[in-house]
């Protein structure tokens, strides 16, 4: 079975522009979340998304949007894009998203905004 | 709010030898699940061990062993016999009933030949 895929892994952008991150779960996994990953900080959770629908949302600012899309597969915008936020975006699956579930991470997006 | 505090940035072991990761996690609710999750260099993050809060008994996978402390809202990690492939960044995560996951800021294990 293939694993979570994330594209693109790499982007360089300047301050101000948008980006779009996309993510594909694992087949059959509904649930996908996005998590903010940098140095001293861990992970930093950003939303999850069900069914199409966002059911969870970490303290991000609206600058951060997400969708997902019938295939469960997801994308990530980040608009008016900030230097704060260079980082490692992970998105990760699991099968309902239920607390006990365990989720399985892509490699990433490294995204630097200079 | 739910945290989890990770306070070893970086530990180091001998290969072989035995290891213990803290964890510690702030919370007022008392169905929860707690994690360890492993992420190599440049590779993808891995789930290594889960454990149920309604559960006494300590999870265990192979060389891999945790001690939950629910009173003291500790979630240590043991690896024993460590070997050069347990080199990696370890997060211990928090989830609960709200399915939403709080992650520590990590532990940088290195494993010495």
């Known amino acids: 079975k293939a694993g979570v895929t994330q594209t693109p892994r790499y982007l360089i952008k300047t301050r101000g522009q948008q980006v779009t991150l996309s993510c594909s779960p694992i087949s059959g996994h509904r649930s996908v979340s996005w998590y903010q990953q940098t140095p001293g900080q861990g992970l930093q959770f950003l939303f999850e998304y069900f069914s199409e629908t966002q059911r969870n949302k970490g303290n991000f600012p609206g600058r951060f949007s997400g969708r997902q899309f019938s295939n469960s597969r997801s994308e990530m915008n980040v608009s008016t894009l900030e230097l704060g936020d260079s980082a490692l975006y992970l998105c990760?699956?699991?099968?309902?998203?239920?607390?006990?579930?365990?989720?399985?991470f892509g490699p990433g997006t490294r995204l630097t905004v200079t | 709010a739910q945290t989890v505090t990770q306070s070893q940035p970086e530990m180091s072991v001998q290969e072989a030898e035995t290891v213990t990761l803290s964890c510690t996690y702030d919370?007022?609710?008392?169905?929860?699940?707690l994690f360890w999750y492993k992420q190599p260099p440049s590779r993808q993050m891995i789930l290594v061990i889960r454990?149920?809060?309604?559960?006494?008994q300590n999870a265990t996978e192979n060389r891999f062993s945790v001690n939950f402390q629910k009173a003291a809202k500790s979630f240590s990690l043991k690896i024993s016999d460590s070997q050069l492939g347990d080199a990696a960044m370890y997060f211990c995560a928090y989830s609960n009933t709200g399915n939403q996951f709080y992650f520590g800021t990590g532990t940088s294990l290195t494993v010495i030949p």
């Open positions: 919370t007022s609710e008392s169905d929860y699940y």
């Open positions: 990760a699956s699991s099968r309902q998203g239920l607390e006990f579930d365990e989720q399985y």
């Open positions: 454990q149920e809060a309604y559960k006494q």
